[in-house]
């Protein structure tokens, strides 16, 4: 009866060792594949075995919607509708794609919550590196099974324009006194920010939506799928973002 009571207590740790193993595996295979940008067909495969893997120790569990809440930095992704602004980046040397990252917002929600996609940018010489703007994709979403969110896309946001000293330089010269107008064009260039509904084709339909399945969820992952053939998403926990 003793034995039996140690291997009981001892299983847990055990396991929770053998998942850090496995979702250390996961983040080194998709470590030099900047996001799925480049990753090979074979590289492909041996990710997704081991995702396979993570997913397998939280299946069936409902959202932990207090876990899900907060930033989560994007590391690896099939979905298109991502590669291809990777892929612009990597076609138009002046274009540069930052930091990817999804904020959920659901810490005192049951049933929903909100999400914003955060693509940071910049174009060359005329922003910031890597950081110059921020283009945000917001969406309610909504609990629709024990694993499965349903995201409705309501906007698309332009702001936090950070343009370069070069810039800057060209507008308002340092070594001129800076004019009223000069001024004023500066802060609209910082103050700027662009609103875009996003309106369904359908009109019987309010917004663009669709169904995102939460495969695995702790403390600092979080595997998700596109319902429909969108892709695989891998997330590790950022530090809070302020929007």
């Not at 917002?105 to 919550?113: A, H, K, T, Y």
Request: glycine letters at 6%.
């Amino acid at each position: 009866m003793p034995h039996f009571v140690s291997t009981v207590i001892n299983a847990e740790p055990a396991i929770d060792f053998e998942l850090e193993n496995k979702k250390h595996d996961l983040l080194r295979a998709v470590q030099d594949t900047e996001r799925g940008f480049k990753a090979t067909a074979e590289q492909r495969s041996s990710i997704e075995e081991a995702l396979v893997t993570v997913e397998g120790y939280d299946a069936g569990r409902p959202i932990d919607m207090l876990q899900l809440d907060g930033t989560w930095r994007l590391q690896y992704t099939t979905a298109p509708d991502v590669l291809i602004l990777i892929e612009a980046a990597a076609r138009l040397p002046f274009l540069q794609v930052g930091q990817i990252f999804q904020k959920f917002e659901c810490r005192d929600l049951l049933v929903g919550g909100f999400v914003r996609n955060v693509i940071k940018w910049s174009i060359e010489n005329l922003l910031e590196e890597q950081e110059g703007a921020t283009l945000l994709v917001s969406a309610k979403f909504s609990v629709v099974s024990r694993r499965n969110i349903y995201l409705q896309f309501e906007e698309v946001t332009l702001r936090d324009i950070l343009i370069s000293e070069e810039l800057q330089a060209l507008i308002a010269p340092a070594i001129l006194p800076r004019s009223f107008i000069s001024l004023q064009i500066l802060q609209f260039i910082r103050a700027f920010k662009a609103q875009i509904p996003i309106v369904s084709p359908d009109p019987r339909r309010q917004s663009v939506g669709g169904l995102y399945y939460l495969s695995y969820l702790d403390n600092n992952m979080l595997l998700g799928r596109s319902v429909g053939g969108g892709g695989v998403f891998v997330f590790t926990r950022a530090q809070p973002l302020v929007l």
